[in-house]
């Protein structure tokens, strides 16, 4: 009789997966919640495109009491209402509006500051 040695087997060791450490995961999160808010919010403006109202301005007067007689008082007056448009603007706007641009000096080199120790 002739004895055939089987090999043995070797022992299966299974590697659980590493999970990937990221530096910041709270920015992955965000990253996410802003694609969803970005999707979302595409949705909601082609559905506000496909919105159609018919509303003639007669009848948005008469739904709206509280405003009629600022409203009638505005379209009266054109004047006032060309007012209201006007914004004023401050120094520095206006600067940068008309491209008034405060010189620049130059360098003042040392100064001294005159001081005692007692």
């Known amino acids: 009789e002739v004895q055939v040695d089987k090999p043995a087997e070797e022992p299966v060791v299974v590697i659980p997966k590493a999970k990937a450490n990221l530096p910041y995961p709270s920015r992955l999160r965000k990253e996410k ?3 969803k808010d970005d999707i979302l919010a595409a949705k909601f403006m082609e ?10 301005f007669a009848d948005a ?19 006032k209402l060309i007012e ?9 706007c206006s600067a940068v509006v008309l491209k008034k641009l405060p010189e620049k000096l130059g360098d003042p080199g040392r100064f001294l500051i005159p001081c005692e120790f007692t």
């Not at 008469?62 to 379209?75: A, Q, R």
């Not at 209201?84 to 520095?92: D, G, I």
């Open 33 to 35: 919640l802003r694609e």
């Open 61 to 79: 007067l008469i739904y709206m009491p509280k405003f009629t007689s600022m409203f009638k008082k505005l379209l009266n007056n054109k004047d």
């Open 84 to 92: 209201l448009t006007k914004t004023p603007l401050n120094e520095n």
């Open 47 to 56: 559905i506000f495109r496909d919105l159609h109202f018919e509303l003639s």
